[in-house]
Every structure is written in C-alpha cells, then in structure tokens.
C-alpha cells in the first residue's frame, strides 16, 4: 500500500506572532519507516524542524523534546492560548521520497 497524503496535528495560536507546534506524518512505501516531520514556532519564527523515521516501536520514548531556552533569547511557546487543528493533504510533492512518488488515486 503506498500512502501519499500528509496527516497534520497542529497546535496554533492567531496572530502575526503566533506560536505553533507541528506534527506531520509523511507517506511512505508500506515497507519504509513512517516520517514524523516537526516544527516549532514561537512568536512568528519557526525553522525548528527536525524529521524522524518511525517504525512505530517507540513505546514509552520521547519522540521530540523542546526545551525552554528562553533565558538565552529563544523565543518558546508559553504565553498564548492555542487550538487544536488537524488536516489532510495531497504532499506527493515533496514528501514521499523527494517528490519521486505520485498517488494513486485510482
């Protein structure tokens, strides 16, 4: 089974400094580990990505951890109410293997 579409759990607040916490599970060949691609935003910025290859045998591990840097001067996602978004979208694009594999929609 080949999936191409991108599962996105978001934690966002509103606003041109807005914080953001992203978690997006890229598709992949059945046999290929999953990709958990993350960002964190804080304050408008993001560039905090880091990408993971599960197989789903995490159990009881941290996957990614944030920790607070602000006594440093980076900016960290405390000070506004968020909301929970979901979505699904075609990432074919970029996200299974560079682009190289195309849906299926048939």
């Not at 964190?40 to 197989?55: A, D, I, M, P």
């Amino acid at each position: 089974m080949l999936l191409n579409v991108m599962l996105i759990l978001q934690l966002s607040s509103k606003g041109s400094t807005w914080d953001e916490i992203d978690f997006e599970f890229l598709g992949n060949l059945s046999s290929d580990p999953y990709i958990l691609h993350t960002n964190v935003f804080s304050q408008g910025k993001g560039n905090r990505e880091q990408q993971f290859y599960l197989r789903f045998s995490v159990d009881g591990t941290p996957i990614r951890e944030f920790r607070n840097s602000k006594s440093i001067g980076v900016p960290f996602p405390k000070n506004q109410p968020m909301r929970i978004y979901s979505s699904l979208w075609n990432a074919e694009d970029w996200a299974t293997r560079g682009g190289l594999v195309k849906t299926d929609w048939t």
